[in-house]
């Protein structure tokens, strides 16, 4: 179980990398300018949610940049969901 | 549970800087210890003394001080990773024939060492890069 934090666009290949070690029962969190990935009927949306992981994005990360329309498989958290993530998940991966 | 944060990201690009600082806060509130942040690359900048933000601006410099001053979180810069881009505490500034010190005081001189040292002691180390 691990916690993947995803700060890099969908065009990077830190995302592409991500998305080669999710596995099931995994948890990604879309931070910085991962948050792009959230919007919803995007390519990289979808490739997201075919993953067996579950799908946050930094709420503050996504008004900031302006992704208003986030995709329903993607739950919004603010900072104490992000660090109640950590309380769960005993390794983060940080991409970037 | 007792945390440590390993900070890459530069406090001028970007919020992560900033969302780690948050994120300390927040673990304390929620009663866990942050024992230590280690800065590292051009997250050491998040030390400069002498940098000036725009007055609406918070910085993240004053965010960490203060979890320094009010927590005693202890924030440990890469030695190396600092002198590369020119932060120094007085010892430092003396070493290098500086004339004056550019590190914040809330931030002390620290190895690579105290990375693998909190990485130890701590029931989880969070990574903030980019």
Not at chain 2, 55 to 60: K, N, Y
Not at chain 2, 100 to 107: H, N, V
Request: net charge negative; proline share 2%.
């Amino acid at each position: 179980m691990i916690l993947h934090t995803l700060n890099a666009a969908p065009s990077s290949s830190a995302f592409a990398d991500c998305l080669k070690t999710i596995a099931e029962g995994d948890a990604v969190l879309l931070m910085g300018d991962g948050v792009y990935a959230a919007i919803a009927q995007t390519e990289a949306s979808r490739v997201l949610e075919a993953t067996k992981a579950t799908l946050y994005v930094l709420a503050d990360d996504a008004m900031t940049a302006g992704v208003l329309n986030v995709s329903a498989a993607v739950s919004s958290i603010d900072i104490a969901g992000f660090v109640a993530l950590t309380e769960t998940f005993p390794r983060q991966q940080a991409w970037y | 549970m007792i945390y440590s944060l390993l900070i890459l990201s530069s406090p001028f690009s970007g919020d992560c800087s900033r969302t780690a600082a948050a994120f300390a806060r927040c673990a304390i509130a929620r009663g866990h210890t942050v024992h230590r942040v280690f800065f590292l690359d051009t997250g050491t900048l998040a030390s400069a003394a002498n940098s000036v933000s725009a007055q609406d601006e918070d910085t993240a410099l004053q965010s960490w001080a203060e979890l320094a001053d009010l927590h005693s979180v202890e924030l440990a810069i890469c030695i190396t990773s600092a002198l590369k881009h020119g932060m120094f505490d007085q010892t430092e500034a003396d070493r290098n024939k500086c004339p004056f010190s550019t590190m914040d005081p809330a931030f002390t001189m620290s190895g690579l060492g105290q990375l693998v040292d909190a990485y130890a002691s701590s029931d989880r180390l969070i990574t903030f890069g980019g």
